[in-house]
């Protein structure tokens, strides 16, 4: 039997996968601040077929509670995965005014989960199978004008999990890190941005790349097109861009 | 970002506004909003879902199963839940919505909005009357409706009018399984069409009309009657999706001739017996997404209305008028209702109703117009989810409980916080 826990759980793509995962009859730990919010999706998981789904409280920026979360999970049997969907992207007029918010940024997008996952891994590796989904971003493969500090964060996690698949994949577990574009949730409601996808198209990639052991995905995939392009302009050209 | 700016429309196209939109994710983020209308997927095909130069709340990202209670079969649900997925979800457990409208995309929410009604309404009645409680929100105040109030009545059919329905508790139907057993037989002309309809006493009942056969084949369809059941048929195919909006010979005349013709015919003429997915038999059309644009940009109409099942002939006339105008599209409906009604401004009464889609052009707009004056004459009524194009004043007089409407309306948003283009169009709350 299946066991998944999802960090950020609240979040819309988050939530799409929670319900591929719950018609698959796996058992969901959703993982969140929004306690009422977390309550609302887990029944949802049950009705839509969950063999179990219960709520765990999750702060990236207070990994104190972590410990407690691993003995959760270490009480589960069979097959243990996790997923993290947490990260913040305040508006970078915002963090002009106050720079110390970087140091949240970078809690909810990389060293929060990394933390966990960090904790959980010995776990995973010590039952020799289990996948780790950990979603990245476009935003991480360059730097850029917008959205830098959030960039800096999702790609230090991004190599954080390259170096976590380097180390687990010997023992069986499997990391998978995801890149999305931009996505139409309440995240990007009202920005204009090129080749939008769906939380549910993005979960269905999730859960193809899972079952075929992908180790990077970009979704939309015509993300990895394009970032191979973006990431080619010379410095001296992409300093003077903005987009 | 809460709000943002974005022109949008209704089902039809034919009529559109811009205006602010939210989407929110979460419970909490909708009581945060400022009182604006709701929609859901925006099915309805007129301006029901639109404010113009105003805001409005999309619900479409609020669509969780909360609870559901076997025993009872009572489910709890939230309002921007498809009505198609909950049949999903809970066909192969043995339960069904009561009431399911035409298409599976309709929202929980809208469906009670506008009180819909579905093929088995000559017996279950509308949606409204299987709704045992409504969450609404009101200002950033959630409350709980319960049916036998005045406020229950005003809300049920009431076009959002007393604000955001955010959940509802739906007592759900049990069925025998996944599937529908579906008979289908020809009906030659409209005598042996109502007939057939008049004879049914199947759960769920529903003509196919080809409104554009004229003289003896007036009136001839396909009658189809289900009933659920319990067997093993392929999975439905997957949706298409059409591609782009359609040139405006697509659904002309003699393309619909043609393609009503071979739906006739594709019944062979001692009926058939057939089982179907249940999605293929209430959703025929949702296998095709966006099948709106099959209209092309300027959109289309539905004309939909309910006589009385002594006007029978004066919905004859009218399906005659119809059928000589050329204008009529592939597959119009002809359906007997029953009496069962939940709201004040409910659109079903014991009787016969017929709907059909016209391309938006002038033509068909007069005849529609012609339509809806025969249809006040036969001491019938028009249907808010479909209309675009009425008079106020005459579709306000086929509303007999409209001032009871009116005055609970008026209590709960004296403020006229969820005004619709529809409601100012037809002058629903202050005339």
């Known amino acids: 039997m299946e066991t998944w826990i999802l960090l950020g759980a609240t979040s819309a793509i988050a939530r799409a996968f929670a319900r591929r995962l719950a018609a698959e009859g796996a058992t969901l730990f959703l993982a969140g601040r929004d306690e009422a919010e977390l309550e609302a999706i887990a029944a949802d998981c049950r009705l839509r077929g969950a063999a179990g789904a219960e709520v765990l409280a999750f702060d990236a920026r207070d990994p104190a509670g972590y410990p407690a979360l691993i003995g959760r999970l270490a009480a589960q049997e069979g097959v243990l995965n996790a997923a993290s969907f947490v990260g913040s992207m305040p508006e970078q007029t915002a963090i002009d005014a106050e720079p110390r918010l970087i140091a949240g940024v970078i809690a909810d997008s990389f060293t929060g989960p990394a933390t966990f996952l960090q904790m959980l891994a010995p776990l995973l590796e010590a039952r020799g199978t289990g996948t780790i989904v950990g979603i990245g971003s476009v935003a991480g493969d360059r730097g850029r004008l917008g959205n830098y500090v959030y960039g800096a964060a999702k790609a230090g996690f991004a190599t954080y999990l390259s170096g976590l698949r380097n180390r687990c994949g010997r023992k069986g577990v499997h990391v998978l890190t995801v890149k999305p574009g931009p996505v139409d949730t309440s995240m990007t409601w009202g920005m204009k941005m090129p080749f939008m996808t769906s939380p549910e198209a993005v979960a269905a990639d999730i859960a193809r790349a899972v079952k075929h052991r992908r180790n990077v995905i970009y979704s939309a995939p015509i993300w990895r097109l394009v970032m191979a392009v973006i990431r080619l302009i010379p410095e001296p050209v992409f300093k003077k861009m903005s987009f | ?431």
């Open chain 2, 1 to 431: 970002m809460d709000w943002k700016q974005a022109d949008y429309t209704g089902w039809g196209r034919a009529l559109s506004a811009r205006g602010e939109i939210a989407r929110p994710e979460r419970r909490m983020a909708l009581a945060g909003l400022d009182a604006a209308p709701a929609f859901g997927m925006r099915r309805s095909y007129g301006d029901a879902a639109l404010n113009a130069g105003g805001r409005a709340i999309d619900m479409t990202r609020l669509d969780r199963l909360l609870g559901f209670v076997p025993e009872t079969g009572v489910l709890s649900v939230e309002a921007g839940a498809r009505i198609g997925d909950l049949a999903q979800a809970f066909a192969p457990r043995g339960w069904l919505p009561a009431v399911m409208p035409g298409t599976g995309f309709a929202t929980v929410g809208g469906c009670i909005a506008q009180d819909v009604h579905g093929k088995n309404h000559h017996h279950a009645g509308s949606f409204g009357a299987h709704v045992s409680e409504i969450t609404l929100l009101q200002g950033g105040t959630e409350i709980t409706v319960e049916p036998g109030t005045a406020l229950f009545r005003a809300t049920v059919g009431g076009l959002g009018q007393t604000g955001v329905i955010v959940a509802a508790k739906l007592r759900l139907t049990a069925c025998k399984g996944d599937v529908v057993l579906v008979t289908e037989r020809r009906a030659r002309d409209w005598n042996e069409h109502v007939a057939l309809l008049d004879g049914s006493t199947a759960t769920y009942t529903v003509g196919w009309i080809d409104a554009t056969a004229t003289g003896k084949a007036l009136g001839r369809g396909i009658v189809e009657e289900g009933e659920t059941g319990a067997g093993l048929v392929r999975r439905r195919e997957k949706a298409r999706r059409v591609p782009m909006d359609a040139p405006n010979f697509a659904l002309s005349a003699p393309v619909v001739h043609l393609f009503n013709r071979a739906y006739y015919g594709r019944v062979p003429a001692r009926g058939r017996t057939l089982v179907k997915p249940i999605g293929d038999f209430f959703f025929p059309l949702d296998k095709i997404h966006d099948w709106n644009r099959l209209y092309g940009k300027r959109g289309f109409h539905q004309f939909q209305c309910v006589v009385p099942l002594a006007a029978a002939p004066a919905l004859r006339e009218m399906l005659a008028e119809i059928a000589t105008s050329g204008l009529a599209s592939p597959l119009a409906v002809l359906k007997r209702m029953g009496p069962g009604r939940a709201g004040f401004l409910s659109f079903p009464m014991e009787g016969y109703t017929l709907a059909v889609d016209f391309p938006n052009r002038e033509a068909a707009r007069t005849l529609i117009a012609r339509l809806e004056d025969r249809t006040a004459d036969a001491g019938g009524r028009l249907y808010f989810a479909k209309d675009a194009l009425a008079r106020g004043a005459q579709i306000r007089a086929m509303y007999p409980e409209l001032s009871d409407w009116q005055a609970e309306v008026g209590r709960v948003d004296p403020d006229r916080r969820y005004e619709t283009d529809l409601v100012r169009r037809l002058k629903l709350r202050s005339a």
